[in-house]
């Protein structure tokens, strides 16, 4: 591996670390504040580990809609005017008088898609695909305090290392695929965030049966997709439930999304988080919406009154062990009804078990230290998103996502993905002018002796 062992002679005022939806909508921010005052740009730049745009590309499922209303964009919600929203996209596409026509407020995941990569590539200047950020670290001398500036160091896809330095960075390395303890994916056993590359690499008439395990949105979404695409295959679902429970998305719940929720969530009492919890879980959580629900249970119902069935619902069921044997792929599943197991032979076994949350201990490393934690062992983070520092850094390590135990529910979702971005841009350009001017501040005059 080639290293260049220089930093870039430019001092960044942020590093965003991914280039996913959240830190896309953090160099718009940026941009808009760079509109506003010309004459001293926030100098930003971010890095992608991605060759190219994309967010959950293998989800991109046929007639699969957005679950948050066409509004909640990159932008609207801290600037209505902003030209990166939805609406301005659909008019420079030529469709927005057809999609008002459609009467919906939720797109079809694929046109959202299209809106993102629409945005991105018009900041294409302010990103760098194909790169990997390695490690963070502190600044020790180079003429300012050691805690003023960061390191970063990013890896190209050649190899090849080179540093850049940074007053700020902002993490938005998006989630981790689950799987079961002991299970690892392979070209029969999929997660759901790599589904449709690994079923594209399959010849559909070799699927003759399938296994979808999990109770969420995606479990649904992919059992609908297989019982459509293999009109010749026995598909079974999984469900750790009593069968899919419904998404609450009715006025009121919604609430919790709110940007004014996330302040209700942040200085509540330990009592109230935990009944944001408790109560508001089913709102994004091992939910399933109710057309998706009506959908899947009239195609069983169907099959039942044509007496030919193949779309098999498992419920109150969980995999137990997956093995390999030769060619064949097998799977036990345990009924929590009666205890008993069943062996299935499977030509494809799709988890769609959900994620882990970003956690930037991962790639902090040692620099880690520097950052406090709660009695939990969790992050402490600062109203702005901001990793709280027990050691007197001003350099500052902001979090797009990973911040659900101080911020709530929306802290990593779609929802509140503008106001979040325009919070931390807000503080980037508030602590730099705070630094300028403590800079050139005169110092007092020291008092003679009497």
Partial sequence: METTGRRSEEVYDVVGIGF????????????????????????????????????????????????????????????????????????????????????????????????????????????????????????????APASDLLEIEVRGSDGATRTVTARNVVISTGLVPRLPE??????????????????HAQDPQDLKNVVVVGAGQ?????????HDSLPHAQVSAVVPSYGYAIADDTPFANQVFD????????????????AFWRYHRNTNYSVVDSD????????????RVRDSTRLHFRNLTRVTDVKRAGDETRVTLRS???????????????????????????LLGDFD????????????????????????????????????????????????????SGEIADSIVLRRTERELSRTRPVPAARSAA
């Fill in 218 to 226: 995606s479990a649904a979404e992919i059992t609908r997709f297989f």
């Fill in 292 to 303: 998706v629900i009506r959908d899947l249970y009239r195609r069983s119902y169907d099959e």
């Fill in 20 to 143: 996913g939806p959240s830190n896309l909508s953090l160099a718009i921010a940026l941009e808009e504040h760079g509109a506003s005052t010309p004459q001293h740009p926030v100098r930003a730049h971010f890095f992608e580990r991605q060759p190219a745009f994309g967010w959950h590309r293998n989800m991109l499922l046929p007639s699969t809609t957005m679950q948050i209303s066409f509004l909640k964009d990159l932008a609207t919600y801290r600037n209505p005017l902003s030209r990166y929203s939805f609406v301005s996209y659909l008019h420079a596409s030529g469709r927005l008088v057809q999609f008002v026509n459609n009467q919906d407020f939720f797109p079809t995941r694929q046109e959202f898609h299209q809106y993102l990569e629409w945005a991105a590539a018009d900041l294409g200047d302010r990103v760098t695909y194909g790169t990997e950020v390695t490690s963070i670290r502190s600044v020790a001398g180079a003429g």
């Fill in 336 to 362: 929590l009804l009666d205890d008993r197991t069943e062996e299935l032979a499977v030509d494809a076994l799709v988890f769609a078990t959900g994620y882990d949350g970003l956690d930037p201990a991962r």
């Fill in 182 to 199: 002991g299970v690892t994916s392979d070209e029969r056993v999929w997660h759901s965030s790599e589904f449709l590359s690994r079923f």
């Fill in 259 to 274: 940007p004014a929720a996330v302040d209700d969530h942040y200085f509540g009492t330990d009592r109230a988080r935990d």
């Fill in 369 to 420: 230290r520097h950052f406090l934690r709660d009695t939990a062992g969790r992050h402490q983070v600062e109203r702005d998103y901001r990793l709280v520092s027990g050691s007197g850094l001003t350099s500052g390590v902001y979090l797009q996502g990973g911040t659900e135990h101080t911020h709530g529910l929306s802290s990593a979702l779609l929802s509140n993905i503008a106001v979040r």
